[in-house]
């Protein structure tokens, strides 16, 4: 609509036209202009109704803007049914309940045509009017937009047969301000049922009606803070998680995932694997080697994974080997007779990245200095592969 009533006057503002002028008096004599004999809340008594629903800790609530207009409602009466599809409703003698009929019907229509539930008709006390004396001013096709949205319904509607209604529309926003921060909530509905709304965190997606600022300032829903077992920080519930090794919930910044138990891991209770160097959660560790490198399993020659690390001219004599695969890399165990020659090398390039010796006998690795990668990788090995 583009001429609106003043929040609180009885002032006409014509958008279009960008003034205020004064109203009297309907624009067509045959359609009468009404209100709901039961008044409407003013903009003081709407923010008493909404601050009163909200508890800030250590805040404030205010209205960060609000309007109070009237907006026009078509009300058929006692509209013959012809078959199309709207409500059949009317009030019945007790003025709130509503009841189907197959008779005459009451159609109630808002300024876009859409049809009033029995609900929203009830809660604006539709079923007693007061007559209007000097209505809110309405442009010709505004009027004639109305009128029409009632004939498409009721084709045959007589002027007497059609009222515009005038309820007052509330909207507008609240702010919650603690400390330097603050966050907004809109709301809008019919005023004389304006109900406060509830704050949807974003950090929780909790609805709540309490709401607080934890350490970072951020202002959140009350019921969602809890407290970092490692910072003793204020902090979203939905920021934390579970601690596999120390079982304390903490900041999931803190933490990693263990690649080989995919569980959250506070960063500083990880370990690095001694031989691949894959960072994994001490539960993932057996005698300082991962789950991914005791995980080695036979692989035959023809194995693709294998071509690149049997170029090497020494490796090629090995004859028996076992692969473990890590996220970032290969490890490649070669066997002999009496020798035990382990490989870590790059998933990717498949360029070694470590090596290792042992005998037999002997139950820990012991790493190879990068001196002498070319003789373990180059010619020196003639019968280590037997």
Known sequence: MAALISRESGALIDSDAGAVTEHSGVSRPGIAAKMPRKGAPNVAELSARLFGAYTIDGGSIRLAGCTLEPMPIVHVKGAADSGAAVAEVRLSSSKTSIAETEEAIDLYLNAS??????????????????????PPKLKKAEHEHLVQLARQHVADAADEQIEIIWCRYAAGKLRFTIGPEFVELPFADWAVRLAPPPYVCPHSGRATYHLAAIDDGRVVA???????EQT????????????????????????????????????????ECSICGTRVSPQALYKNRCRFCTDARPTGKDDPRLAR???????????????????????????????????????????PKRLFERNRLQVKWREVPRERWPEELGSRISSRGA
């Open 113 to 134: 045509g859409e049809k009033l539930d029995a609900s929203t008709i009830a809660s604006l006390a539709l079923d007693e009017l007061v007559t209007i004396d000097k």
């Open 222 to 228: 009350a019921e969602e803070i809890a407290v970092c």
């Open 232 to 271: 003793g920080r204020f902090v979203p519930r939905s920021e934390l998680v579970n601690c596999s090794v120390s079982g304390k919930r903490i900041l999931r910044e803190l933490t990693e995932t263990c690649p080989a138990t995919g569980l959250a891991v506070l960063r500083d209770a990880m370990i």
């Open 309 to 351: 690390i049997l170029a090497h001219p020494s490796l090629a004599e090995w004859h028996h080997w076992k692969i473990a695969v890590t996220p970032e890399s290969l490890v490649l165990v070669a066997s002999g007779a009496w020798q035990r020659l382990l490989i870590v090398a790059d998933t990717h390039s498949y360029e």
